[in-house]
């Protein structure tokens, strides 16, 4: 009989690194989780952890070579046993709406994948608040999710040469609004003029991890007029939820 692995759980990578994880597959549950404990581990001040980076199930910690990195490792482990991390904790977030205009090359593809029509893959998009799962690939870039299971499908078997910035793509139950123009394997199913990065904004970084965000159909002309906007968001509106 396979023994279930149990989780949280804590394991070495390479010679300066923890990674405690919280589940094998993406759930909102699991991702709470490893955000939260992130989260408190950021602001924990531990002895020897010299950094702290979320991904979509589990939390990488830098150690310093230099400490006790075994002491420092069970101080870690400590922390990751001292609470129930999968119980959600209540507290204030953001709220993100993002226009977008639902023409994009794969558009018609992805809703035969899913089994609906264009119209009913655009509304189920538009009723569905998704979260930041994490951050990553490029400066400030989100990964969004979950979708309903029907989107679970496979990214592309070939790769699209380039996909614009701003585009939002498919793939795996989660949207991705791309950063920089890119190749993916991602399906290009709408344009936003959201811009996850930009330098010049107070906060360069648009979205935080564990943001919620729904997106709003507009039309061809009202995207491309959205392009100048000067604080790069597109006619997006952010609220904070309390």
Request: charged share 20%; with cysteine; aromatic share 10%.
């Amino acid at each position: 009989m396979t023994q279930q692995t149990a989780f949280p759980n804590l394991s070495y990578i390479g010679v300066d690194g923890v990674l405690v994880r919280f589940g094998a597959t993406v759930t909102e549950k699991v991702n709470r989780a490893a955000l939260a404990f992130h989260a408190h581990v950021s602001t924990a001040d531990l002895d020897g952890v010299l950094e702290s980076a979320p991904s979509l199930t589990a939390v990488y910690l830098r150690l310093d070579i230099f400490g006790d990195v075994e002491r420092t490792s069970q101080s870690i482990e400590a922390e990751m046993r001292a609470q129930d991390w999968f119980v959600p904790k209540s507290a204030a977030g953001r709220i993100w709406t993002i226009p977008c205009c639902f023409d994009g090359p794969d558009l018609a593809e992805t809703a035969k994948l899913v089994g609906l029509s264009e119209r009913a893959a655009i509304a189920e998009i538009t009723q569905t608040q998704v979260r930041v799962l994490t951050l990553g690939f490029a400066p400030g870039q989100p990964y969004l999710g979950n979708l309903p299971e029907r989107w679970n499908f496979p990214r592309l078997g070939g790769i699209t040469p380039n996909v614009p910035a701003c585009a939002l793509v498919a793939a795996v139950s989660q949207l991705v609004i791309f950063a920089n123009d890119t190749p993916t394997g991602w399906r290009h199913i709408g344009d936003t003029q959201f811009h996850d990065f930009k330098v010049d904004r107070p906060e360069p970084f648009a979205f935080r991890a564990g943001d919620l965000v729904q997106f709003a159909v507009v039309g061809r002309i009202e995207i491309d007029a959205l392009a100048g906007a000067s604080d790069g968001f597109g006619g997006a509106t952010c609220e904070a939820l309390t």
